[in-house]
């Protein structure tokens, strides 16, 4: 059964970093290419960022690109979103999310419950 388990949301302060990690579980972690989405407060879900299963291709959301990284390592089964530069809209309950197939270009299948990431001062 696919388990995707996010951490490492909190509170950071405008202009701060956070690093969240999605361990994932339950199936071949290096034959699918990964997603990270968000939802801020009272709104729909924003696709952020995605990872091929290879590593070789990251694709970005404009509303984020230059200030998040995507990152995978598939010897942890583990994949990663460094946030650099954050603002309060930035504000979201972030999920991590499997894509049907090793190209981003296949839709999501299985999501995780998410992180809460809080940017405040």
């Known amino acids: 059964q696919v388990q995707l388990v996010e951490s490492g949301g909190g509170l950071a302060q405008p202009g701060g970093s956070l690093r969240l990690s999605c361990a994932a579980s339950?199936?071949?972690?290096?034959?699918?290419?990964m997603s990270w989405a968000r939802q801020a407060p009272g709104k729909g879900l924003e696709w952020v960022a995605a990872i091929s299963s290879d590593v070789r291709n990251t694709y970005y959301a404009d509303s984020m690109k230059g200030r998040i990284t995507i990152s995978r390592d598939n010897a942890k089964n583990t994949v990663y979103l460094q946030m650099d530069s954050l603002k309060p809209e930035d504000t979201a309950l972030y999920y991590c999310a499997r894509h049907r197939t090793n190209t981003y270009a296949s839709g999501m299948d299985s999501w995780g419950k998410g992180t809460l990431v809080t940017v405040s001062t």
């Open positions: 339950g199936f071949t972690f290096n034959n699918y290419a």
